[in-house]
């Protein structure tokens, strides 16, 4: 395991992500979640505003978002703008390039999404509230499982954005709800049953049970890295004459 | 043992043949890649760093297939074209973050002798996105020069910088090919790597058209043919006395003045003037009408 993080990829990754425009957007979740659960918890007449909120809210936009933006940025952006080959042109094995760029944006989604997830649930319930645990524990598994997806995908396609949109929408949102079968290959139901396995409410419409969101949720990070590391092996860059 | 080496390489998208069985072996000292714009100068050099497979043939760096091989990078430096660096980072942040990339013993060392090389040590402590281009064409070269490597891609380094930043590159590359490296440039401008002793390799649309020695190609290039257009006070007179001159081997007369043909560049500029004060004429402009990269290159694919 020993070089498969390399410190030098993930620090350097870390302040370019945190000083694109777009960190402008993911910044401002943590802010947005603890003010309306402030808002909420003054004004909310359904005694499980926070479950449908935090969790299903939360778990369906605000997390998957967050991933989105950051995941397709800490390497997407560097592939766009060209400054990827500096990095590339080392011999850094691909697999520790994808990694730490993974691991960048599992901390940043952790900082930016699952933690103020966590804070919000304490303002609704207090700190000791297994609310907070359970959606803590569910935000980290979709810290890690969106983020594999999306850093695969911005380096499969260069409209990694608009896919990963798309996968939302229509396969998570759309197809999730329809289509039964659809929940066991849905990240966004991996996290909400991890959630639910803990707070038990429900309010989280979750679907899957512990034992397959945790399996389905290694199954899918573990083979989207290692597709992700087979395309970056392959990293093209296409001549003048082309 | 040769540091690159290329057999009938060739590469395609679709339709479109981007390099055409292009065989060559660069060895040490300084190469220059050269031809016009979208010849397969960036195609070749990125096949040769690995960033694209070669459709057919063969292709190694020190012996290695450098495709889907970065290990190839502990032996080889790339100047990319591409301006985009991490632009937030301090010249010296950037090139000792690309030492321990390398897992150099002491990056910190590794770092400030490259950045030594390139002259940038004053800059060293700024961002990168307050540099010239100058600047970060020279940080570059010094982030691909710090693991010390015995093959050096560089690909258009002469862009965006001024002519003296321009003749401090030539002498940092020729004093690299001296010091026994692989130093392999492209450049689509002939002149401004006249100062460069060594070898070229001429690329034209895809295909090797030409290479050899700097100074037989130079040679070539001032001596071939040169058509002016000359228009002056007395365009009959003046392409009287101009036939009578051995450097010039026609003359036409054209409603836009006169077309003059010449072998010797060198000597008709000189006479030129001097012919018209003695007769009199006054001159009043001089074009060269073929002047265009793609003439040039032309020219020397077809000697």
């Known amino acids: ?242 | 043992m040769s540091a690159i080496e290329l057999r009938n390489v060739s590469r395609w998208y679709g339709n479109v043949v981007a390099v055409n069985d292009v065989s060559m072996v660069i060895g040490p000292g300084v190469t220059g890649l050269l031809g016009p714009n979208g010849a397969g100068k960036t195609t070749l050099l990125n096949l040769m760093a690995g960033f694209l497979a070669p459709s057919r043939g063969e292709l190694t760096v020190g012996g290695r297939p450098s495709w889907r091989n970065p290990d190839v990078f502990t032996t080889l430096g790339l100047v990319p074209d591409r301006d985009s660096v991490y632009a937030f980072l301090t010249g010296i942040d950037f090139v000792r973050s690309t030492a321990k990339l390398h897992r150099l013993v002491d990056p910190d060392a590794a770092a400030r002798r490259a950045i030594g090389i390139v002259d940038m040590a004053d800059a060293q402590d700024r961002r990168i996105s307050t540099y010239s281009k100058g600047m970060r064409q020279r940080i570059k070269v010094a982030a691909a020069l710090v693991h010390d490597p015995q093959i050096l891609l560089l690909d258009e380094p002469f862009n965006g910088m001024d002519p003296r930043q321009r003749l401090e590159m030539m002498d940092l590359l020729e004093k690299m090919g001296e010091e026994g490296r692989s130093i392999l440039f492209s450049s689509h401008i002939l002149e401004e790597v006249e100062r460069i002793s060594g070898t070229i390799q001429v690329v034209v649309g895809g295909r090797l058209a030409a290479s050899g020695d700097f100074r037989a190609i130079r040679r070539l290039m001032t001596s071939r043919p040169h058509v002016f257009l000359v228009r002056s006070s007395a365009d009959r007179a003046l392409g009287a006395a101009l036939i009578g001159r051995p450097a010039v081997t026609g003359v036409e007369l054209t409603p836009r003045g006169l077309q003059v043909r010449t072998a010797d560049f060198g000597t008709f500029a000189r006479e030129l003037a001097g012919l018209c004060r003695d007769s009199g004429i006054r001159l009043r402009e001089v074009l060269p009408s073929d002047e265009s990269l793609e003439s040039v290159f032309a020219y020397l694919v077809a000697q």
Not at chain 1, 3 to 31: C, D, E, Q, S
Not at chain 1, 61 to 71: E, H, K, N, R, Y
Not at chain 1, 79 to 105: E, N, Q, Y
């Open chain 1, 1 to 242: 395991m020993s070089g498969l993080l390399n410190p030098v990829v993930l620090r350097i990754t870390l302040r370019a992500t945190l000083g694109r425009k777009r960190a402008l957007v993911f910044t401002l979740v943590p802010l947005v979640l603890i003010v309306i659960s402030v808002l909420l918890k003054l004004v909310a007449k359904s005694p499980v505003w926070p479950e449908e909120f935090l969790g299903v809210f939360g778990f369906s936009v605000v997390l998957p978002l967050t991933a989105l933006i950051i995941g397709t940025s800490v390497l997407g952006a560097e592939i766009d703008d060209g400054s990827v080959i500096h990095l590339l042109a080392t011999p850094v094995s691909r697999l520790s390039v994808v990694f730490s760029k993974f691991v960048a944006a599992v901390i940043l989604t952790i900082v930016f999404g699952a933690i103020p997830e966590f804070l919000a649930a304490a303002v609704a319930r207090g700190f000791g509230d297994k609310l907070g645990i359970g959606l803590l524990t569910g935000a980290l598994i979709a810290s890690v499982a969106y983020n594999a997806l999306f850093v695969m995908l911005s380096v499969v396609t260069t409209r990694a954005i608009a896919v990963g949109l798309l996968y939302l929408l229509v396969w998570e949102g759309l197809l999730g709800n329809l289509v039964g079968g659809v929940r066991v290959l849905s990240i966004g139901q991996y996290s909400v049953s991890v959630a639910n396995s803990i707070v038990h409410a429900s309010a989280l419409n979750a679907h899957l049970t512990l034992q397959t969101a945790i399996v389905m949720a290694v199954v899918v990070t573990l083979g989207t890295l290692a597709l992700a590391t087979r395309r970056l092996s392959s990293f093209s860059i296409k001549g003048d004459a082309a």
